[in-house]
């Protein structure tokens, strides 16, 4: 998988559970330990398996002041016990409000196999390469559908340039070795280019 590069300053933060040097190197980040007003974008990390540290916390708070944008990377999702749902409520409570554009479909064994976009019910297969679009399934749509109207309000509420402005938080699934929510993440900084 080609690793992400820009000319954006990126910095990764969390416990090093979180797999950060992985996540740095897909896209072109540094790990850094302290807040700065020079980064143009934040990519927390967390394992659902370990939490979120009090330093992780600290970090995140720290970056209020500057409205730097951040993004919440959810690690090991392939492993152990912990999912995605698990880490967006932690970081509900310990960090700020975030938003979840994609949810994690899992295949018969458990293993995530795609997501699905809250914004227009698509479904991306990254048990292909490359990854398939499809439509949703009726029964997707059925279980999602209290996410999406959360989420729908939630982008409404905050304005389409929010993430941009450092007032939305994404959390995405991330899953690197099989390039899942790679492709997302890459999206959303993006929307940062200058």
Known sequence: MPNY??????????????????????FGAA????????IDCAIFAINPNTGIDQ???????GFDEY????????TD??????DFD?????????FDQIATPYLVLHDDDGLPRALICLSDMTVIDYSTTPPTQATSEPEHETLVQE?????????TSMGQDAFSAGVLFPAIPLWIEKGLGVDI??????????
Do not use: C
């Open 5 to 26: 590069t820009s000319d954006l300053k990126l910095a990764v933060f969390g416990h090093e559970s979180a797999h950060l040097e992985e996540v740095a190197q897909a």
């Open 31 to 38: 790990i850094a330990q302290e807040v700065s007003v020079d």
């Open 55 to 61: 330093h992780t916390i600290d970090l995140w708070q």
């Open 67 to 74: 409205l730097v944008p951040r993004i919440v990377v959810v």
């Open 77 to 82: 999702l392939e492993k152990d016990a912990g």
């Open 86 to 94: 698990d880490a967006v409520m932690l970081a509900n409570r310990v």
């Open 147 to 155: 996410f999406r109207d959360e989420y729908l309000e939630l982008v």
């Open 185 to 194: 993440v890459i999206t959303y900084l993006n929307q940062l280019q200058k």
